[in-house]
């Protein structure tokens, strides 16, 4: 049975422009590495290059290791990447609580923002889950 892909390497590639800070890392569920890449400005930029080749491979592993659903992890992480200090990503999501207090805080003073960068994938991909079983 072939799942629908819950990544896009489009969206991959988008966010590996900034790659060297670790964004396309993060979006593929690779926290740790994207951590690195963001300390290492893509482990010193040879990282970021070969990884324009591992990409493919990368969106791969995510389609099958998460749920898709009702909540696009693309537009999740769109809105994470480039409005997640105003929490429009957990507005999104349907968590309008959390994602206001992101608005009045600035991503929770950062730390949220960071947060979420480690665990968005696992956010949607539960609360895809979730929908679907009930």
């Known amino acids: ?6 990544h896009s390497t489009l969206i991959g590639y988008l966010l590996w422009i900034f790659g060297f800070l670790g964004a396309h890392r993060f979006y593929y569920g690779k926290p740790i590495s994207g951590t690195l890449y963001f300390f290492t400005l893509g482990l010193f930029f040879i ?21 898709e659903g009702e909540i696009d992890y693309n537009v999740a992480w769109l809105l994470l ?13 349907g968590k309008w609580l959390t ?22 994938n696992d956010q949607v991909s539960l609360l895809n889950g979730a929908r679907r079983r009930s």
Not at 1 to 6: E, K, V
């Open 81 to 93: 990447t480039f409005l997640g200090l105003l929490g429009i990503h957990r507005m999104y999501m």
């Open 99 to 120: 994602g206001l207090v992101y608005l009045c805080t600035g991503g929770l003073f950062l730390v949220g923002y960071i947060y979420d960068f480690w665990t968005l």
């Open 1 to 6: 049975m072939n799942r629908p892909p819950t």
């Open 47 to 67: 990282g970021w290059i070969v990884d324009l080749f591992l990409i493919p491979g990368m969106n791969r592993d995510a389609d099958i290791r998460f749920n």
